[in-house]
C-alpha cells in the first residue's frame, strides 16, 4: 500500500490552483469535472502520482465556503528556506499565521501559512540530517 492524496474541499478552484501552482510551486497533474455530480477535482503536488501523495482539490459547483471545523491541522511542504518561503507567499497575497523559527522545544525551523481556503500548510526548512525536528 502507498499514501495516495489528500482531498481538500475548496471555495473557488482557479483561485487554490493559482495558489499552490505560482505561489508553492506544485504542478497540476489532473483535473476532471462531474457534471452529473456537479463537482471538479484537481490532483496537484510536486511529482506524477505514480511516484508519490499528491493534492486532491475538490470543487462542489456553488459552494463558496466551507466550516474547516476544529479537527483539521495541516498539511506540510519541505523547503529550503522557511524565511524566504514566507516572503515570497506575502508577496503573492498569501497569509503568514506563524513566521519561521526553530520549532518548539527543537531546532528544525517551521512556518505556517494559510491557502485561500484557510487550510493551515506547514513549511518546514530542509535540513542536513533526516529528521525534522
Ligand atoms: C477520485 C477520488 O480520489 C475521489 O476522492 S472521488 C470521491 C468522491 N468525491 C466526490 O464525490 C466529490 C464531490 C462530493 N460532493 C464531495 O464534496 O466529496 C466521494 O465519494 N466523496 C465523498 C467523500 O466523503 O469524500
Ligand atoms: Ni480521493
Partial sequence: MRLLHTMLRVGDMD???????????MTLLRKHDNEEYQYTL?????QPESEGAVLELTYNWGTSEYDL????GH????????AEACERIRNHGGNVVREAGPVKGGTTVIAFVEDPDGYKIELIEKRADAHNF
Fill in 75 to 82: 498539511i506540510a511542504i519541505e523547503v529550503d528556506n522557511a
Fill in 42 to 46: 484537481a490532483f496537484i503536488g510536486y
Fill in 69 to 72: 471545523g476544529s479537527a483539521y
Fill in 15 to 25: 483561485r487554490a490552483i493559482e495558489f499552490y501552482t505560482k505561489v508553492l510551486g
